[in-house]
């Protein structure tokens, strides 16, 4: 938990103390049913196994906008003074609900903490003063940088990407931004950096050059991974996979995709996956997919906590409350040892017309609830049911003599055959599906 409620020249969730755990059968709004953060599930706190995050783009900026309307949220933190004031009224405020929610840790983009300048010395200049009052408030809360990364999308000069761009300079001033992003990372002892590349792909193969802006892409990475190294930087590179929107393809796809992308070009040491629900529902898999395929290389790096809507096309990016989808998702989650030095943030913004303060803790506080209820769901199903024995059944042929030495590759395609040849009447052999969705929804 946070050591205190951290203040800065106002409060301002007034009325709104530090949230605590009281239990199912409570009806305060403001208290966790679920996330017990001492809670021991599987060896861990539930406060270890999810490193749970605030995410302060959305939360602190993110004022409701759509492509079909302005903000409708009048943030109090984000009106008076100039640029710098404004950034600090932000961080009082974000610190401020940080250490009252009793999130761990927080992320950011560089220019969430403070406007972007017009000049690329003015935007580093600002960076340096924020995150100098960032390092206060961190030792003050007792939360720590879960990661950092770099806007590299929202300026018009990255309208065709960053590091894949076409134009050599604006690479060059993305390299810039990226080595203020980093350094301000380790100033404030981030954990891990992440890319995310926003516009990092195509609108159409006409006037692209995919192996070229590939090449570019794995080279800009392998310079910003080397500049980070030379500078201390222990933690790990995450890469989060989204197939479109804004672009119609992005180079980071799938997990799948990206595992290719960092094998072909040796990144694949460095670099981990930061997954999210509603990018892999934009996929077409489901969550739990993209978590399997990135843990089954080692790359399960990091999860944004959010979902989409069953009948909206783009990333809405809800807090997550859908606990079927949850708890299938920390099955895989316990079953491959959980993530690889990230955590869970929320990636998560409130509806549009939720427009009060206290809708924001209202939001983290089911979604970190709902996370807790669903893992605490997914080792009783582990350690309590016939899951893991009726998966383990479907592969027990495996076992035998022929089926070891199949998967220890000590046969040949003529044993194979050979094998085979005697096998005309193989009984069929039930997935029983419904049992496992039965199953589940036992145990929820």
Excluded at 2 to 12: A, F, R
Excluded at 301 to 328: C, H, I, K, V
Excluded at 377 to 388: G, P
Excluded at 409 to 432: F, H, R, V, W, Y
Aim: charged residues 25%; proline residues 3%.
């Amino acid at each position: 938990m946070s050591k205190q409620i951290i203040l800065g020249d106002k409060e301002y969730f007034s009325g709104i103390g530090k949230i605590a755990f009281e239990g199912k059968e409570s009806d305060n709004p403001f208290a966790f049913k679920y996330y017990d953060e001492n809670r021991v599930v599987a060896g861990k706190t539930l406060k270890e196994h999810f490193r749970f995050a605030i995410a302060y783009w959305h939360t602190f900026c993110g004022t409701g906008g759509d492509p079909f309307g302005p903000g409708t949220k009048d943030f109090p933190w984000s009106t008076a003074g100039d640029a710098y004031q404004r950034a600090k009224d932000k961080m009082d405020a974000g610190f401020e609900f940080i250490s009252k929610i009793g999130a761990p840790f927080y992320c950011f983009h560089d220019f969430d903490l403070i406007e972007e300048g017009d000049t690329l010395a003015e935007s580093a200049k600002r960076l340096d003063f924020i995150t100098d009052y960032a390092k206060e408030k961190q030792a003050a809360a007792g939360t720590k940088l879960l990661w950092g990364t770099a806007n590299l999308f929202s300026n018009p000069r990255y309208m065709n990407g960053a590091a894949t761009n076409p134009n050599f300079e604006v690479v060059a001033y993305a390299g810039a931004q990226v080595k203020n992003a980093l350094d301000a990372t380790i100033k404030l002892g981030g954990e891990n950096y992440v890319f995310w590349g926003g516009r990092e792909g195509y609108m159409s193969l006409l006037n692209t050059n995919v192996k070229s802006e590939l090449d570019h892409l794995a080279q800009f990475l392998h310079m910003a991974k080397d500049y980070a190294r030379s500078q201390g930087f222990k933690g790990n590179f995450f890469i989060e996979p989204k197939p479109m929107e804004p672009t119609k393809h992005q180079y980071d796809f799938d997990a799948a995709t990206v595992l290719g992308f960092l094998r072909e070009y040796d990144l694949l040491a460095d670099f981990k996956l930061n997954l999210e629900v509603n990018h892999a529902t934009l996929a077409q898999h489901t969550m739990q997919h993209e978590m399997q395929i990135a843990a089954n290389a080692g790359a399960l790096g990091s999860m944004d906590a959010n979902r989409g809507d069953y009948q909206n096309g783009w990333d809405t990016d809800q807090f997550p409350t859908n606990l079927n989808e949850l708890t299938e998702m920390m099955l895989v989650f316990l079953e491959v040892g959980g993530l690889q030095g990230g955590g869970i943030n929320f990636d998560a913004k409130t509806r549009r017309n939720s427009t009060d303060l206290a809708d924001i803790f209202h939001a983290h506080i089911g979604g970190m609830d709902a996370f807790a209820r669903a893992l605490i769901t997914a080792d009783a199903i582990l350690t309590q049911s016939d899951y893991s024995r009726l998966k383990a059944e479907r592969y027990a042929s495996f076992g035998t003599a022929d089926g070891k030495a199949f998967e220890g590759g000590k046969l040949k395609l003529t044993d194979l055959a050979k094998i085979g040849a005697g096998m005309d009447n193989i009984p069929l052999q039930s997935g029983k599906q419904e049992l496992f969705e039965n199953i589940i929804n036992q145990y929820i």
